[in-house]
């Protein structure tokens, strides 16, 4: 274990960062929109160009795959560069705030330190508000305003939640499961007991076990089989109209579940 200083910007104490040398290793992250990419200047323009790229499909259907398939690629690149183009700037802002307010401690800044200490807060208070909307959307906490710099404690729930969600092992009949992989193995193996095809045990309805009245009829069931062919079926699903209204419903749903991130 070791205790690092960190520069005291934006606060009045020196943080203290303890690290006890342990490393859990990090899932591959889902991709989800982020209300952060909003506030970045490029973030429309880079929207436009993609919805803007040309498809070689005609059908609506594989137009709007084709180009949410492409939007999501591009956007999670522009998205990482983003974060390590503003983790690499804070790292900067950092270090020289803290070689500043060394020398301002000592007397030794020089006319204008004053003011770029200023201006380096001022830059930071742009990261820091940016990781609040990250921490507050991860926590999906609707009760707690924003710009109130609450970033700890939406990540304390966000934490919290993630908590809650992890399944460390597993208790199962042959003993207990810490394995990530053993453990996806043991659920696959008991769905596919649960829904799989049971074993015949030879019981039958007899024959006369419904009464004739409770039987369908050779009239009754004609109405249940349908009058298309599997052709005119098929065209109806798949016509031009009906690809378009897919698409809005697409289109939709997508909409919504972004509305419900904010």
């Known amino acids: 274990m070791y205790v690092t200083a960190k520069a005291r910007a934006g ?3 020196v943080p203290l960062i303890m690290n006890f040398g ?12 982020e209300k952060w990419w909003l506030e970045q200047l490029d973030f429309k323009q880079l929207v436009t ?4 790229t040309s498809c070689a499909s005609k059908s609506a259907i594989d137009v709007w795959q084709f180009k949410i398939r492409l939007l999501r690629k591009k956007v999670k690149g522009w998205a990482i560069n983003i974060n390590a183009d503003i983790k690499r700037q804070k790292v900067e802002l950092l270090k020289e705030f803290d070689i500043l ?19 380096i807060v001022r830059d930071l208070e742009k990261i820091w508000n940016l990781e609040e909307i990250k921490a507050r959307q991860r926590s999906r ?14 990540q ?3 934490n919290q939640r993630a908590r809650k969600k992890r399944i460390p092992a ?21 769905y596919k007991h649960l829904f799989g095809a049971k074993e015949n045990l030879g019981v039958h309805l007899g024959e006369n076990f419904w009464e004739e009245g409770d039987k369908v009829t050779d009239s009754e069931n004609e109405l249940l089989e349908a009058p298309f062919t599997k052709e005119e079926i098929k065209n109806a699903v798949f016509d031009p109209y009906a690809e378009g209204l897919l698409a809005l419903m697409a289109f939709l749903f997508f909409s919504i579940n972004l509305s419900g991130m904010f």
Not at 170 to 190: A, Q, R
């Open 22 to 33: 342990i490393q859990e290793a990090r899932k591959p992250s889902l991709f989800r929109f």
């Open 141 to 154: 906490d609707k009760n707690i305003r924003e710009d109130d710099r609450n970033t700890t404690y939406f």
């Open 11 to 13: 606060s009045d104490h």
């Open 101 to 119: 307010d060394r020398k301002y401690e000592t007397g030794l800044l020089l006319p204008g330190g004053k003011q770029r200490m200023d201006d």
């Open 170 to 190: 597993l208790e199962t009949p042959d003993g207990l499961l810490e394995d990530t992989k053993d453990m996806l193995n043991h659920v696959v193996d008991f």
């Open 49 to 52: 160009n993609v919805w803007n």
């Open 156 to 158: 304390a729930i966000s």
